[in-house]
């Protein structure tokens, strides 16, 4: 009866969407711990850090200064020029102030440029593992995914010549995020560049280069794709606040895109929001305008972080461990413990891992399913040492009995 009013209420499109699985275990989590179970949650990938002090105090300052009203709907002129300006120094990145648009977080930048240029049965190929909520976005375009995976062995990063293959007449665009929401994989210059010389062939074709953990990067400099001569004028960058500045809450995040697609992305925000919070904005500009020092000790923490908890992992037995260059994410391969059972509970998926392991370790982590990379569980490295510690041990006791 249930299912049969929600299929008459709702439209086609809303009933073919899927639940953000990243945010339904964190719920399953909160829930847990609100019955006063003693919950370690490294299923959201979220900093565990304040936001810098510096940006709060803009934020306090707005509110006093007066900033209470709508703001331009791409956001306010100063914020996006210090963002064409960062894109100009940082990245290489040939932008004005209107070539950018600023939004409610680097989700709603995603889903602006895919509501922008994606006809019904256009294709957009996704390099998996990928985050999750790509395929909905698409799938809310009324585009069709292309998948394209890249393999453990490789980093879990996709090669060009996977990218020429899954090239067809209806390619309309190409998005990844580097450094990598689940795997932690950074794209090389020359990695890009081959990827950036198949599309140079392809006059159709825009990538979205979704750079949100430009700043948690353990290797080499960050390098855009954007930055390529040949395909500059087809490529969207993707970034925010969230995750660099530990500014999850805030909801601002951008893109710097062809003049064509940024002017779309504001008459869609005409029409959806009105725009990005004035204050959160006023907060942005003082974190782009300001020190980096802070972004910079908290990549030093979730490198440390990352060292201890892939040491971890890799003590366990029959985990494929692979080392993340970026984000905060282990995303070990698990194969070997499903199609068993932890105390006849048969576990077939990594979700249902993922869910026995809430369950009866009480450690929140994200089936790879969800990420299109069935044989592995994203655990999140943002969190304390103290954490990190006691889930690892967690999540090796109760691995230990599967059979
Ligand atoms: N892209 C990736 C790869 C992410 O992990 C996230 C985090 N939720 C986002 C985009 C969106 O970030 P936000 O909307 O918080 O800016
Ligand atoms: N990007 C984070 C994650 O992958 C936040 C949750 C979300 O927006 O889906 O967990």
Redesign the pocket.
Known sequence: METTTKVQLLSDRLNALSESETLAMTKKARELASQGHKVISLSV?EPDFQTPQHIKDAAKKAIDDGYTFYSPVPGYPELRQAIADKLRKENNLEFSAENIVVST???QS?ANVLLSIINPGDEVIIFAPY?VSYIEMVKLAEGTSVIVSGSIENDFKVTASQVEAAITPNTKAILF?SPC?PTGSVFTKSELTAIAEVVAKNERIVVIA?E?YEYINFGDKHFSIGSIPSIKDRVVTVN?F?KGYAM?GWRV?YIGAPKAIAAACDKIQGQVTSGTCSIAQKAAFAAITGSNEAAKEMSEAYLRRRNLVIGLLKEIPGLKVNVPQGAFYGFPDVSYYLGKSFNGIKINTAAELAMTLLNEAKVAAVGGDAFGAPNCLRISFAASDENLLEACKRIRDFLAQIK
Do not use: F, L, R, V
């Open positions: 990938g977080g680097a989700k995603i985050w995020s929401n979704d949100i925010g969230s999850t995040g």
